[in-house]
């Protein structure tokens, strides 16, 4: 099961992919960039709920998620 902050970090960074793309193909850098750092801002939220999700199974006696 995911927690909040893993959905919320995949949802960031898909909306920072698509701001990205978009920026790409209409020459727009700056919302390029937002992309890009939306995307990043996402994975670091992902990342600290996979966090979170871990130290919860080992207090559970359950394997860290990274190492399913």
């Known amino acids: 099961t995911m927690n909040k902050d893993q959905v919320k970090g995949l949802v960031e960074e898909a909306t920072g992919k698509v701001k ?3 920026g790409k193909v209409v020459g727009n ?3 390029e960039t ?3 750092i939306q ?3 996402g994975k670091i939220q ?3 709920g996979d966090l979170k999700q871990d130290l919860k199974d080992a207090t559970k006696g359950k394997k860290p998620a990274a190492c399913a």
């Open 20 to 22: 990205e793309i978009t």
């Open 29 to 31: 850098k700056d919302l």
């Open 34 to 36: 937002e992309g890009k």
């Open 39 to 41: 995307n990043s801002g």
């Open 46 to 48: 992902s990342a600290y």
